[in-house]
């Protein structure tokens, strides 16, 4: 397999299958998958999550879990050498894995070491792969940390990653990755979880490296958008086959198969705003279409508003110096009933602290959070405990939010039984079927584990149990931020259908103003606690005021992608 200069792939990957025990007939996690990586090239794998994207990549470092079975081959050709890594043999292991091929893994948090200072995590590469030991190690460590543009590397160097942020945790991790100088790079959704903003700095920085280094990299996303701005070539891959292939802009801007082009139609930047998302199904009918209809929005002409914030301000204690910080405020906004409101801004802005002051999971220092003309910020606990049903929030991660222990029916019961809703439980477990039935899932799911579930149902569930007790208004933090583009497409269609059906009021708080635009009609932008700029969707998106929404605006990628 040559190209068509007629030198030979950095990697090659031939009829690579994957697959794991079962029970009964199952296609393979990865199907007779035949793919090249070329030198100095980036190339893009995407698709849903389940679909091999990540095993495809596991298996190139053979970390994959012991008990997958494989076959095919994956050849790696390197300075003149040719290295057969599958079926692996041993000895090149440790030439190879973290040396001549390296890996940025999605969530830095679990892949860094939380007891180790981040410049040690660095130095160990150089001594393991490179033998550069002592002052060495650590002057070349501060090199790479300044040539991955952290900011002050000496003081990095001595931190823990929990004192660092998500951007600069995945700059760390993009240090260890280069200080192998690996022939190829292996990133592995490492911006999925990170602000626009930030996720740009990240993917230039990666496209300068691999510029200025001559490195082959191998990108694993489900976002399209990101694809468009930095990939020379893409394989879109579907239960564990790929089903289109081809240079970046030929793929994205001309797709031939039905799944490629499903997975742009569902993306809200290629939608009008306020409309259902078009989602993939089943692959024989993946280009059908759901009907459009408008979203149902209050008249808030002559409302009182049903959420009402003044001058609301939280501040916490600052370890360093023991004196209160302000991290939110002052504040004033307004939700009517009826309305969706987007709050957008980047990660540690306040965003998520306004959400939980809301709902009471944080004590404001000043001010009032006015709902149904009651100020919430003076109840007796009691009374709280009132207002708690109105008032649901639906956090970022659902496994996090689930108990692991007890079946998804328990969890959905457990608030009625709290708040004494129902008079027994089979009254309760029938409201919990009646709730999973509404978020599209089986009544069977009830006697179900969370871990049964795809992130996506998980995230169904979790809607369920905020909405069995019937609140007026809900929160989502963060709700679809880590899902596929597709699975996406239909939380977001199902938090409207909810929406029209059982009348509540919507704060959706995120960093991705694509999707806060479709949703919304009515944007707020928060910077460093304050609100610096609010006002129609479309007239926010369209036409920022602020030099701060501008930015935000700006850092959205996939802006040549067709709408």
Known sequence: MENQAGEQPLLEIRNLVIQFPSTGHQEPAVNNLSFSVEKTKLTAIVGESGSGKSLTALSILSLLPPNAGTGGEIIFHDAGKTYRLMPAPRQHDQHIRGNRISMIFQEPMTSLNPIMRCGKQVVEVFEQHKNVRGISARKKTIQLFEDVELPDPEKIFDRYPHELSGGQRQRVMMAMAMASEPALLIADEPTTALDVRVQKEIIKLLKRLQEQKGMGVLFITHDLGLVADIAD????????????????????????????????????????????????????????????????????????????????????????????????????????????????????????TLGKTIVGLQQPEKGSVWFEGEDLCKLTFSNKRKFAEKIQMVFQDPYGSLDPRIPIGDAIMEPLKVHQIGGHDAERKEMAINMLKKVKLPAESFYRYPHQFSGGQRQRICIARALVLQPRLLIFDESVSALDVSVQAGI???????????????????????????????????????????????????????????????????KTLPV
Do not use: W
């Open 233 to 352: 070539e893409v394989l879109v891959m579907y239960r564990g086959k790929i089903v289109e292939k081809g240079p970046a802009k030929t793929v994205l801007f001309n797709p031939q198969n039905n799944y490629t082009r499903a997975l742009l139609a569902c993306r809200p930047a290629a939608n009008p705003p306020l409309t259902y998302l078009p989602e993939t199904g089943e692959e024989e009918n993946i280009t059908q279409r759901k009907s459009i209809s408008p979203f149902l929005y209050g008249n808030t002409e002559n409302q009182h508003p049903l959420l009402k914030i003044s001058n609301l301000q939280v501040y916490i204690k600052d370890k360093t110096t023991g004196r209160k910080k302000r991290i939110l405020g002052p504040v004033n906004m307004e939700i009517f009933n009826g309305e969706t409101v987007g709050l957008v801004g980047e990660s540690g802005c306040g965003k998520t």
């Open 492 to 558: 977001l269609n199902l938090i409207c259908e909810l929406k029209e059906q059982l009348h509540f009021s919507v704060l959706f708080i995120s960093h991705d103003l694509s999707v806060i635009r479709h949703l919304s009609n009515r944007i707020l932008v928060m910077q460093d606690g304050l609100l610096v700029e609010e006002g129609p969707a479309n007239e926010v998106f369209n036409h920022p005021r602020h030099a701060y929404t501008r930015k935000l605006i700006d850092a959205i990628p996939g």
